[in-house]
């Protein structure tokens, strides 16, 4: 479809004059009968990309949401624009079910939200409806890998060998390259075209300080600015009921938010607080999903959260008006040991405990941190941000470009088969069996590291983790594999700049929590 008619259909029916990144090409990668896979980040508008092609296709499109609670306001947008449109899932009484499938058999309606569950409802009408395009929002729900496995989701798979001629396309906010990989294949999706959006967000400013009284740096950081709303993200639902309490006895107008709450007590925190008249919501991560407030002018983690994905969603609910906004993480060492006791008893626990360990050293990284975020995911940056704690008040740097060179190179020569302890033994020449079983003593670049300290080499490489030149392959046994941008540096003469190591547990405050 040419780009005029796409872009009058976009007017016509949704009043936007230009494309947002991507979202012309999704449609029309969709278009062409492809499967597709968007990561955009919240706030991308990811809608569009299902919407519009719903209309121009000639069969029904189907929505697979597990957002109930948000169905209904979607589709009253989209009738609001004009758009037949109608959403079926387990709120409704089983004769509701029914008009709505009547309607989808009569072909009244063009777009049908469904919650993953409630698939099954619609079984029946699968032979008497065509049905053009499956979008699949939140995507990453059918992972055990993501941050937010559903078990719902894991039937899905079943899509496309139903309806093998349809596209699907699958959309996240959240996903590493790792999950992605998953998606795509749980989903049985065929050689899916994938389209990554920016995931910077320039406008948020991103600070890590030491958990040393907590309660009062938050107490001064919102008093400091009365007249802006912002979320403070905790751990558990105690401390959001505590932290509130202690916020409301210094006169600041906080709210607490967890899904152990009475459910009308937690949409009426949740109005007030997108009607400003709940400056401070207290919230575990239950609260944020779907909430579409612009003018959130900042988040706090008041504990370290479980993993880079989960963090950056979070901190993604400020500033969504594009306006300066500010994020503060909290770290503790209480939170990290609390944590990966529940990474290890939980689900996928070598996974999820990698992930917690990608977050620490994100928390303790002495390089840009939005740079470590987006080659995080797989977003190659060069220039600092210079809104970041780091980038503000950087660390004294040297040379580190020959340290760098050996680091990548035993990488190379190892193959990317091996992860970080393997390759700091092979730098210094240990003569142990990781090493010998395999003959790497016989690889070039073995023991070129022999003066520098196993703690030493182990920072450095995190450090060059955090730069982008390597990156961590969680899925694969923690195994290092290099990123394009290694390649400067081992054959285009890139400089590296490192920070000297730092003793952590003696010089670092947040060993100590109050
Ligand atoms: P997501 O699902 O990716 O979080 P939405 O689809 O809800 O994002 O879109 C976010 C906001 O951006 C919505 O208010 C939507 O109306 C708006 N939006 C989407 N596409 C465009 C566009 N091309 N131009 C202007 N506004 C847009
Ligand atoms: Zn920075």
Redesign the pocket.
Known sequence: MTTEILHAK?KENFG?E???PN?EEIINCILSGKDTLAI?P???????CFQLPALVLPGITIIISPLIALMKDQVDSLKANGIAACFINSSQSSEEQQMHIQNLVDQKVKLVYVAPESLSYLENAFSQITISLIAIDEAHCISAWGHDFRPAYTNLGYLKNRFPSTPILALT?TADKATRTDISEQLNLVEPKIFVASFDRKNLSLEVRPALDRVKQIIDFIKDKPNECGIVYCLSRKTTEELSEKLQKTGINAKAYHAGLDSRLRSKTQDEFINDECQVVCATIAFGMGIDKSNVRWVIHYNLPKNIEGYYQEIGRAGRDGLPSETVLFESYGDMIQLQKFASEGLNAEVQLAKLERMKQYADALSCRRKILLSYFGELVTENCGNCDICKNPPAFFDGTIIAQKALSAIMRLQETEALPVIVDFLRGSKNASIYDKGYQNLKTYSVGADISWYDWNQYLIQLINLGYCEIAFHQQNKIKLTPFAKKVLFEGEKVQLTTVQKVSKDKPTIKER
Not at 42 to 48: F, H
């Open positions: 976009l936007f230009k494309f947002r979202q955009m919240t706030g991308g508008g990811k809608s569009i906010a």
